[in-house]
């Protein structure tokens, strides 16, 4: 068992050498071979205080390998002599030396936003050397805001605090505060308390054991085994309980599966506290990241009041505010709101409402929808009918109605002797014949606008969505839009219609509506199409069609707050320096030389690995390359999930250029190391 804790103070001399000093011993009296590592001091003797008493045996440059003469802030100590600090070097030395003990104490300079350089604070380290904190505090009066703040800010960045040790730094008699605030601390912090070091004049280990055993709880410390019990537990009932979905089970039973037991910004947490970043939005759903206090604020209040309600027959507070609001940020000509659950059936509730609406004004022979040949609508019959990724959908083939299928080129692969956009355009045109010959018996046209998202994130060139709506529009085809992916920002503007002031007839949502908390999916329809179905209760016109949860009051709360986080971070504005970012780090990839293409839009992202680059010969989806990027990037802390031998990264919006950053460096290495030996 190999651990680690990083221990920080809630201030500076508040007994962070001595609160390690007190750990390590308790440790050793447990059994455990203790190290400790002091990367950076300035001024005093803890290093040497700390391998003298706990009779360490590393060396002392192994110990403290930055060591700076003035007792100041590090990055004033260090520029003062001349010396920089290089965290690689210290995230090598603590390998060293984990690698030498069962439990390895790394002791942190002053509290976590104590900057050791230039743009790099303390806890840039413990994030770089990913451990868990251990926070000391002072016992007495005036520490709960410290040690609160310093759990905030810890956890902020996705990290974990393991738990708060008080140290009682000076002999007074224990009053009020020393009584209670561990327990305030414990139910504001939510975190567990490890005990107090009493004031000891004489620091012999005899007397500290005999002092410290009864009043620290050193069992909290080495507990994982018990954590490591958990997951096995969980592991063992997925495979005997849980059918996922889009997966081969009997694969599926002879991995570890990754239980995610808590999220934080744009990290994911499994349930061995280990991290990941969240590279895909867990499932391209996530919006402002996980646990946004405003979002959890909006759900947790909406609990207080009414958790769910039918729209059958009655309405619901959110519901209606949400109707208006989408109403007003949609395109301009998008006037009713029909909600449902998820983004399958927001696109069959489109297809249904197309179809029944020229049934119902009497132009009984539009029948046919038409889609692009390589589209993806979702998994329920009605939406897998209108899909064409023949993967998901040709063992169905029997059950889902004929539709017409719009050949679409894709923007990697343009045909021999054709090149790209000039093919797409071409491709309109045929596009136009056939509307002319069919248009009368067409009903609908179904697009995924600008990103055609699962089919492989292909790009369409500009100019195309506007077209395709103009020639419907001339040919009387009600032009449905399935915005499930490309809506809430993810293509650098709220919605994709919008890079072509297009204004379809019908808009489906779902994913990021609810900032990817709650299932909940809107289908957003013109007057026109609602006009055609307000008939006499007696003509039987109304839409035959609603769920259960229709516009559950919870999910709605949670779509309000996130479009009010739209507003109040400006969160397209501020995507648009890390879209460039993304654009740049993305160049890079090329030097792979198995990568075959890299297209981008906004937080979209696809990178298409293939065997040969000149002849774009794709891998063997056998081989599945792209699964086994996704397996290597995991092992590096970052979740993807490929489209077969593609890449995707669609981060969620509140990204930081950091994580970006990260994001791009795993993915990159995932890839160079799985490609190396293919050929
Ligand atoms: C994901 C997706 C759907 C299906 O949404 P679900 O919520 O999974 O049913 C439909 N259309 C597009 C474009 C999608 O990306």
Redesign the pocket.
């Known amino acids: 068992m190999k651990k680690g804790f990083f221990i920080t103070g809630t201030d500076t001399g508040i007994g962070k050498t001595m609160a390690t000093y007190v750990l390590g011993l308790l440790l050793k009296a447990k059994g455990c071979d203790v190290g400790v590592m002091k990367p950076v001091q300035c001024g005093g003797d803890d290093s040497v205080f700390l391998k003298k008493n706990l009779e360490l045996e590393d060396d002392i440059k192994e110990i403290n390998p930055y060591f700076a003469r003035t007792p100041v802030s590090p990055h004033i100590a260090f520029s003062k002599e001349n010396k920089r600090i290089n965290e690689k070097e210290i995230c090598a030395g603590y390998e060293k030396l984990k690698a030498k003990h069962d439990v390895l104490l790394v002791e942190g300079a002053g509290g976590v936003m104590v900057p050791l350089k230039n743009n790099y604070l303390v806890l840039d380290l413990i994030r770089d050397l990913d451990l868990e904190v251990i926070i000391i505090s002072r016992l007495g009066l005036g520490s709960i805001n410290h040690t609160l703040l310093t759990i905030n800010q810890i956890r902020e960045v996705g990290l974990n605090v393991r738990g708060v040790l008080f140290n009682q730094c000076t002999e007074e008699k224990s009053g009020v505060p020393e009584k209670t605030n561990p327990d305030v601390i414990q139910q504001f912090g939510k975190v567990p308390i490890l005990g107090a070091i009493p004031f000891m004049r004489n620091i012999t280990s005899k007397v500290v054991l005999q002092q410290c055993r009864a009043k620290i709880d050193i069992s909290k410390l080495l507990k994982s085994s018990s954590s490591k019990n958990q997951t096995r537990k969980l592991q063992a009932w997925d495979k005997k309980y849980v059918w996922h979905p889009f997966t081969q089970m009997k694969d599926w039973v002879k991995e570890e599966p990754l239980v995610v037991d808590e999220a934080k910004g744009c990290y994911l947490m499994d349930t061995q506290g280990k991290r990941y970043l969240d590279g895909v939005s867990s499932l ?1 759903v996530n919006v402002h990241g996980h646990r946004h206090p405003q979002l959890d604020r909006a759900v947790k209040d909406q609990i207080n009041r009414l958790s769910h309600s039918t729209l059958l027959g009655l309405s619901n507070t959110p519901a209606v505010e949400l109707a208006k609001k989408l109403v007003e940020i949609t395109p301009r000509g998008l006037d009713k709101v029909f909600y449902s659950d ?4 927001s ?1 069959e509730i489109a297809v249904k409402m197309a179809y029944q609406y020229w049934q119902n004004i009497g132009r009984k022979k539009k029948k046919n929808i038409a889609h692009l040949a390589n589209s ?4 329920t019959l009605g ?1 897998v009918s209108v899909g064409g990724i023949d993967l998901f959908h040709k063992v169905y083939r029997n059950l889902i109605f004929k539709t017409i299928k719009i050949d679409f080129p894709d923007c990697y692969r343009a045909p021999k002797g054709k090149t790209y956009p000039d093919y797409a355009f071409e491709s309109l045109k045929r596009f136009e014949q056939l509307l002319k010959r069919r248009h009368a018996t067409m009903a609908a046209f179904v697009v ?1 606008p600008i990103v055609q ?2 089919a492989g994130m292909i790009m369409w060139p500009k100019g195309v969505l506007k077209e395709m709506h103009r020639l419907c529009k001339k040919y009387d085809v009600i032009f449905i839009v ?1 915005e ?2 490309t809506g809430f920002g993810r293509t650098g503007k709220m919605f994709a219609c919008e890079h072509e002031a297009v204004v379809p007839d019908i808009l489906c949502l ?2 990021g509506l609810t900032g990817g908390y709650l299932p909940l ?1 809107a289908t957003l329809v013109s007057q026109k199409i609602f006009d055609g179905f307000c008939f006499d209760y007696t003509s039987q016109k109304a839409f035959f069609h609603g769920h259960t949860y229709t516009g559950n009051p919870l999910a709605c709360a949670a779509a309000l707050a996130n479009l009010e986080i739209f507003q109040k971070e400006q969160t397209l504005k501020r995507m648009r320096p890390k879209i460039k970012f993304l654009q740049k780090g993305l160049k890079r990839f090329y030097d792979l030389p198995h990568i075959g293409d890299v297209r981008q839009r906004g937080f979209m992202v696809g990178i298409e690995l293939v065997q040969n680059r000149h002849t774009k010969a794709p891998y063997p989806w056998e081989e599945k390359v792209g699964a086994r990027v996704c397996q290597e990037a995991k092992r590096h802390g970052v979740i993807l999930r490929p489209l077969g031998n593609v890449i995707v990264l669609m981060p969620p919006l509140s990204m930081t250029l950091k994580q970006l950053d990260m994001l791009l460096r795993e993915t990159y290495s995932a890839i160079q190391k799985v490609t190396m030996n293919t050929h």
Do not use: F, L, Q, R
């Not at 998820?342 to 059936?345: D, H, I, L, V």
């Open positions: 391209w998820n983004g399958s059936t696109v993806y609508h979702g998994d939406s995924e998202g699962a399935d499930v992916a779902a994913k999916a």
